[in-house]
């Protein structure tokens, strides 16, 4: 009778198993699969207690649910088991595949170590398989349901029927307890499905808040702001500019799209431009405007990305400092000029003279011979001691012989040669003392002004017409021969003989001038002198009416 009814246990131990594995399914939350686990050992497989220790990142073990004694389950539940400790427990007693079953009679060590555990009471067993108030069964929970990888430890108790579980009960809690490890590692996937999504949108509602931010601030910041893109073929082209920098630039956003940078820079500053480093770049440039005229900005650039991998852009900040550089160069002008006529003054003129000359020392000749082999780099000459431009010493390398220096020359007084040179023509004001003690220094000064403004009109655009101090100033012309600065002499000063108008009355002066000739291997002061000591010979080469009447 015994065997007949075999087969009907099995079928209601399999219902009961399927209805406890349905309700592992159906958990929503790590927790109440846990749970569901405890549960459906007291429901669905015959045990009064069940216990689930799930296996901690640290390794240890930790009671996660209990089910059938609510007492125990107060007792117990969230305490921890060390990993040694478990580990031991799973390697006693008799394995029932992978089961562990450890008797009453080996057990008893086990009541000191750190394992949560509880005591149920009763009566010592009266026949072989009757189980025992100190066994224990155990189920390992492995990840994947199977290998080495324990994810926890199912701990049951007290059979229903009070014996030990037969090869259908330890089967029957076998396949639970692999069905809990996929339950549980399908909860944990969910679990962590969920913190990532949940992640994700308060990223994404980051990024957004970011993107909104980024853009306010892109379109109403103050100063001018624009998106360029970075490589390709469109390297540089705007993709975005802010209302600012349309202001700026007199041009609307759609007609910005259109260009580059490079395109709206002024051309002495394209240069500039090009070295500006991409990321971190700083530079101050001119940019074109609509009407045709440029503006002074300080361009600022940085690269951002959409994304890690994303394609980069450049984040231009451009600010107007049109004022400041005016401010900048008017106060180097006034540094530089005169503040009177607004010629340079004798600071610059120094500056543009010395720029000229070179220390070449003044013994040094050549013939045309020479200069020929100066030219080209006379390898004799280097071998004598002598460089190919005149100077003792050996040519550094990798320098030209004249390290991209031209030298100025002298013009021959004694004969027509060709050569030509720059000309320094010492400027004095005859009679200019006397309007200043008859008329006062304002009529003085509006003779200087005079003076000054017709001295500029008779030269080159080149030339420089710079004010020395009181009534001297002088003038320097590049590539004249003797003649042509006599010449020059002579209509500048017939430029400043016809009669000045000054508060309602005409007033003359006339102007002496020496010619001198800047030379390599002089200074500014010996060119200025050698100048200055020419005009006072011709100055006292003329009478005092002469020298009024120009």
């Known amino acids: 009778m015994e065997a007949e009814s075999e087969p009907y246990v099995r079928l209601a131990t399999m219902r009961q198993l399927h209805q406890a594995v349905a309700d592992l399914n159906t958990a929503r939350s790590l927790a109440d699969t846990l749970q569901s686990v405890a549960d459906g050992i007291v429901t669905g497989l015959g045990y009064e207690l069940g216990c689930v220790n799930l296996v901690r990142p640290d390794g240890d073990l930790v009671v996660a649910a209990f089910a059938g004694n609510s007492a125990a389950e107060a007792l117990i539940t969230g305490r921890v088991g060390s990993r040694e400790s478990w580990e031991r427990r799973l390697s006693m007693g008799e394995a029932w595949d992978e089961l562990r079953f450890i008797p009453h009679t080996e057990g008893w060590v086990l009541l000191d170590d750190d394992v949560p555990q509880w005591h149920t009471e009763g009566p010592e067993p009266r026949f072989e398989d009757e189980w025992h108030p100190l066994d224990r069964l155990y189920a390992p929970m492995y990840a994947s349901g199977g290998g080495l990888d324990l994810l926890g430890v199912i701990s049951v ?196 003279l010395g720029a000229r000359l070179c220390e070449r020392p003044h013994s040094v000749t050549s013939s045309a011979i020479e200069a020929l082999d100066a030219a080209y780099g006379d390898v004799e000459s280097a071998v004598h001691g002598y460089r190919a431009d005149g100077y003792e010493g050996e040519i550094a390398p990798g320098a030209g012989p004249y390290d991209h220096h031209v030298h100025v020359v002298a013009p021959d007084p004694d004969r027509d040669d060709g050569t030509k040179g720059l000309a320094v023509l010492f400027c004095d004001l005859d009679g200019f003392k006397s309007i200043n003690d008859r008329f006062g220094h304002h009529a003085g000064d509006a003779v200087l002004i005079e003076v000054a403004r017709r001295l500029t009109t008779c030269v080159r655009d080149g030339d420089t017409v710079a004010r020395l101090g009181g009534d001297e100033f002088v003038v320097l012309a590049d590539g004249l021969g003797a003649a042509d600065a006599a010449d020059l002499a002579v209509r500048l000063r017939n430029a400043i003989i016809p009669p000045i108008r000054v508060d309602g009355r005409a007033v003359r002066v006339g102007a002496s001038f020496g010619i001198g000739w800047a030379e390599c291997g002089m200074t500014e002061e010996e060119v200025l002198h050698s100048a200055d000591q020419r005009m006072y010979v011709e100055k006292r080469s003329r009478s005092k009416v002469h020298r009024r009447a120009g």
């Open 157 to 352: 108790d007290r059979p229903r029927n009070g014996r030990r579980p037969g090869a259908w009960g330890r089967e029957a809690l076998q396949m639970y307890a692999s069905q809990a490890a996929i339950a549980i590692s399908n909860a944990r996937l969910r679990a962590n499905m969920q913190r990532a999504l949940v992640r994700l949108e308060r990223e994404q509602q980051a990024l957004r808040a970011s993107e909104e931010s980024f853009r306010q601030a892109f379109e109403y910041a103050p100063s001018g702001m624009a998106i360029a893109e970075m490589g390709g073929d469109q390297h540089g082209r705007l993709l975005r500019t802010n209302d600012a920098l349309c202001r700026l630039l007199g041009r609307p956003a759609s007609v910005l799209r259109r260009y580059s940078f490079a395109d709206l820079v002024h051309p002495e500053d394209i240069g500039t431009l090009l070295r500006t480093s991409a990321e971190g770049g700083r530079a101050e440039l001119r940019l074109g405007r609509r009407d045709g005229t440029y503006l002074w900005v300080s361009l600022r650039n940085s690269v951002v990305a959409d994304t890690t991998d994303g394609p980069r852009f450049l984040l231009t900040h451009v600010e107007d400092i049109e004022e400041r550089k005016r401010n900048e160069l008017n106060l180097a002008h006034r540094a530089s000029h005169d503040a009177l006529t607004g010629l340079p003054n004798s600071a610059e003129l120094r500056s543009r």
